[in-house]
Structure formats: C-alpha cells, structure tokens
C-alpha cells in the first residue's frame, strides 16, 4: 500500500476549524484517500473518503488536491468530543476483494482546548 | 442498526493458555475485518473473511492464531498458546459489499484488550 504522512500531533481550540494534513506524494490512480480517528478506548471510526473531488458530510469536508498527493481533513467547529486519533490511508480501487484492508499508520493526535 | 460488538472487552490469562476472541459483525456484512495493536505499536491488519471463505490473511503473524467464520455470521479469533508478545487490542471490523468494496467504510468494534501474563 502506498504511504501516508502526517503531522504526529496537532492542537486546536474548541469551536474553531481545524485543518489535518496528509501528504501522500505516491498514491497512485485507483487508491482512494480515506481517513478514520480514534477516540480514546474506541475502536476506529470512519470520518470520510474520497477519490478525486473534495467531499462533505456531516462530520467533516475532505479537501483533495488537484494532483491528488496531498489532502486536508477539515473539522469546522472543534468539539472536546474531537480530540482522537485521525488516520490518513490509501485504500486500493480494484474490481474484487482484493486489497481490501486498511494499513494504519501513526495518524495525527488532535487535542481540542477548551 | 446494532453495531459490531465484540467479546469478551477484557482478558487476561496466562502465557500458554488459550483464549477465544469472538466478534459478531453488522448483520448482512459480507466483509468481516481483525486488526490488532500491540503495545506501542500501529495498528495492523491480520486477516480478512467474505462471507465464510478467508481472502486475505497475510497479517497473521504464526499458527499459533487461528481465525474462523463458520456460516459466514459471526468469527472467532483463537490465540493457542498465548504469548506475552500477544497482548495488546484486538479489533474486529465488518464492511458490506457494494460491488466495489473498497469504496465501502469499516465498521469497528471497541476491541478486546488481552493481557498475557
């Protein structure tokens, strides 16, 4: 799979935006960018994922872009509820199950200041 | 929808015993998932199940594991004999099968934290 850098921690305050980036200069055309966190004593929680054009839901935006070896995960409005764990991964495309599973790397601590 | 519910949350046991992991996926989740991370360390992939059949299991790291998921519901992850090198969190994640899976999200459990004494 191809490798994902983040910054190993981050701080924010609460009710600000928040801005998590990842660099990922070798992801090649068919790996999808997706990005889980961790809260504390919890197992990963999907956030978000995307291939090419930057996406929304409810929990976050997801900025890619346009050569696609970087993207930003944005949280509008830090909650203390934030603070976690967040992981970048590269997901491979392919037409079975094949590579399938997610590799986790060291993600980027967010602490969330009141 | 009920979550992906794993047993038991907590083990502890004694190097050389066995121990049984079970998870219990999101029903109608083809794409059953364990992970786990040992002290310190990422969390890794060890092995993936569609349905009842095993398609990857390149993570698990010797015999002494063995993962099965008869009827293609609920899996069982057995550690024989446990090693202190074995405790850490065991994960257990389920995704559905769209066609294109990779598009679909996992689904994690809160883990069982085995501890071998």
């Known amino acids: 799979d191809a490798k994902t850098t983040q910054p190993n921690s981050m701080e924010s305050n609460e009710e600000e935006p928040v801005h998590l980036p990842c660099n990922h200069s070798?992801?090649?055309?068919?790996?999808?960018i997706h990005w889980y966190r961790q809260l504390p004593s919890q197992g990963p929680e999907y956030v978000i994922h995307?291939?090419?054009s930057n996406v929304n839901n409810r929990m976050a935006s997801l900025a890619i872009a346009e050569d696609r070896k970087s993207s930003t995960l944005i949280l509008h409005r830090a909650t203390l509820r934030d603070a976690a764990v967040y992981y970048c991964?590269?997901?491979?495309?392919?037409?079975?199950?094949?590579?399938?599973?997610?590799?986790f790397g060291g993600g980027t601590r967010l602490m969330v200041k009141p | 929808e009920a979550g992906v519910t794993q047993f038991p949350s907590h083990s502890v046991i004694e190097k050389g015993q066995t121990v049984t992991l079970r998870c219990d996926p999101i029903?109608?989740?083809?794409?059953l998932y364990w992970y786990r991370r040992v002290m310190g360390k990422e969390i890794k992939f060890l092995l993936h199940?569609?349905?009842?059949?095993?398609?990857?299991e390149s993570g698990m790291p010797n015999n002494r594991f063995l993962a099965e998921r008869t009827g293609g519901t609920y899996s069982t992850l057995k550690v024989q004999p446990a090693e202190l090198e074995d405790s850490g969190v065991y994960f257990c994640?389920?995704?559905?099968?769209?066609?294109?899976?990779?598009?679909?999200?996992?689904?994690f459990g809160n883990g069982t934290r085995l501890t071998v004494t």
């Open positions: 994640a389920s995704s559905q099968d769209l066609g294109s899976s990779y598009n679909s999200p996992l689904h």
């Open positions: 070798t992801i090649s055309g068919t790996d999808y």
């Open positions: 995307g291939l090419t």
């Open positions: 991964i590269l997901r491979e495309g392919g037409h079975n199950n094949a590579g399938n599973m997610l590799t």
């Open positions: 029903s109608g989740h083809d794409n």
């Open positions: 199940f569609v349905k009842e059949s095993k398609q990857d």
